[in-house]
């Protein structure tokens, strides 16, 4: 983390969304059935969703902070991934039992009303309230690489675009005389809810399944590697996630005359270099390979798994 405030973030951002949206429901609840607006009470699940998310994340950093163990040798980053699932699966759900009431109000001309306009007034504060949030949250998210952080500013981004539609709508029944305006806005959110479920579900699928680092990240890595005196290039590179960490093993051609202590010192300032410029390098593992002066083939890149061995190895060397 690049500033000294983001850990005491991390470990508050989850009960602050939780008290937030705790808040938020409630309000938009009550002023969803005062002022008549199936709008309002569709964004009223959003928070509802929202609070769900940043239980998630109390339980989830808590959870994943843990140190490494003899079970767990890749640590327990991985919950962040689980939990982040389960909150998809949840508010799909939601969000198709929402979408289907929405549906049947906007078919039917005769449940059609105009809400009062103290419901403009709640959507415009959580707009503010969202936007504030959202703000935070991403900060948070991008200092930690937290995957269920990353989700909360998902949401909380929704949320204001949600609530902002509500505003509009309201805006519409009164003053266009389009009372139908109201659930069509309600069955627009359920159709938002469904497209953010589905991402949230695709980012978390590929987070349990250990996905690549990706060619930038590895890219990267070789950069910082090939500037370190002595290094010959980039043999050989796998990473990949392991949690929100990355985990990686490097090999790098030295001169093929330097002694095996001299080519450990070489590695050493390798990962340093590359651990220096990265962000969440959890474990590098470097070694070297004897490379004649002028080689210029390419690094190979590769996802294979790290061996148990390796693993413990890596956390040794850290």
Same mark, same amino acid.
């Given at each position: #983390?690049?500033?000294?405030? =983001? *850990?005491?973030?991390?470990?508050?951002?989850?009960?602050?969304?939780?008290?937030?949206?705790?808040?938020?429901?409630?309000?938009? *609840?009550?002023?969803?059935?005062?002022?008549?607006?199936?709008?309002?009470?569709?964004?009223?699940?959003?928070?509802?969703?929202?609070?769900?998310?940043?239980?998630?994340?109390?339980?989830?950093?808590?959870?994943?902070?843990?140190?490494? +163990?003899?079970?767990?040798?890749?640590?327990?980053?991985?919950?962040?991934?689980?939990?982040?699932?389960?909150?998809?699966? /949840?508010? /799909?759900?939601? !969000?198709?039992?929402?979408?289907?009431?929405?549906? &049947?109000?906007?078919?039917? $001309? +005769?449940?059609?009303? !105009?809400?009062?306009?103290?419901?403009?007034?709640?959507?415009?504060?959580?707009?503010?309230?969202?936007?504030? #949030?959202?703000? %935070?949250? &991403?900060?948070?998210?991008?200092?930690?690489?937290?995957?269920? /952080?990353?989700?909360?500013?998902?949401?909380?981004?929704?949320?204001?675009? *949600?609530?902002? *539609?509500? @505003?509009?709508?309201?805006?519409?029944?009164?003053?266009?005389?389009?009372?139908?305006?109201?659930? @069509?806005?309600?069955?627009?959110?359920?159709?938002?809810?469904? /497209?953010?479920?589905?991402?949230?579900?695709?980012?978390? %699928?590929?987070?349990?399944?250990?996905?690549?680092?990706?060619?930038?990240?590895?890219?990267?890595?070789? $950069?910082?590697?090939?500037?370190?005196?002595?290094?010959?290039?980039?043999?050989?590179?796998?990473?990949? %996630?392991?949690?929100?960490?990355?985990?990686?093993?490097?090999?790098?051609?030295?001169?093929? $005359?330097?002694?095996?202590?001299?080519?450990?010192?070489?590695?050493?300032?390798?990962?340093?270099?590359? =651990?220096?410029?990265?962000?969440?390098?959890?474990?590098?593992?470097?070694?070297?390979?004897?490379?004649?002066?002028?080689?210029?083939?390419?690094?190979?890149?590769?996802?294979?798994?790290?061996?148990?061995?390796?693993?413990?190895?890596?956390?040794?060397?850290?």
């Amino acid at each position: #983390m690049r500033k000294s405030g =983001c *850990a005491v973030c991390s470990r508050s951002i989850g009960w602050v969304g939780l008290a937030v949206n705790a808040v938020l429901m409630v309000m938009k *609840a009550f002023v969803g059935l005062v002022g008549g607006s199936q709008a309002m009470l569709a964004d009223a699940m959003y928070s509802l969703k929202d609070m769900l998310n940043a239980l998630m994340v109390v339980i989830g950093t808590t959870i994943s902070s843990k140190p490494l +163990d003899a079970e767990h040798p890749y640590g327990h980053g991985k919950v962040e991934f689980i939990l982040s699932m389960a909150v998809s699966v /949840i508010f /799909i759900g939601l !969000t198709g039992y929402l979408g289907v009431h929405a549906v &049947r109000i906007l078919l039917d $001309e +005769d449940l059609h009303r !105009t809400p009062h306009l103290i419901v403009l007034w709640a959507a415009l504060v959580s707009v503010g309230v969202n936007v504030g #949030m959202y703000f %935070y949250s &991403r900060c948070v998210a991008i200092e930690t690489n937290s995957p269920i /952080i990353k989700t909360m500013a998902k949401h909380h981004h929704g949320d204001a675009t *949600a609530s902002g *539609a509500v @505003a509009l709508g309201i805006i519409g029944a009164h003053y266009l005389s389009m009372p139908w305006i109201d659930p @069509a806005v309600a069955l627009w959110e359920t159709i938002d809810l469904l /497209i953010l479920g589905r991402a949230v579900f695709m980012d978390a %699928y590929r987070g349990l399944m250990d996905h690549s680092a990706g060619e930038d990240v590895q890219n990267r890595m070789v $950069e910082a590697a090939q500037k370190v005196p002595g290094v010959r290039g980039v043999i050989h590179l796998r990473a990949r %996630y392991v949690g929100q960490d990355v985990w990686a093993d490097m090999i790098v051609g030295v001169d093929p $005359e330097q002694t095996v202590d001299q080519a450990h010192d070489i590695c050493e300032a390798v990962r340093a270099a590359v =651990c220096n410029k990265m962000r969440r390098i959890s474990s590098l593992h470097v070694s070297a390979e004897a490379r004649e002066e002028g080689d210029t083939t390419k690094p190979t890149f590769s996802e294979e798994p790290l061996s148990f061995d390796e693993v413990m190895l890596s956390k040794a060397d850290n």
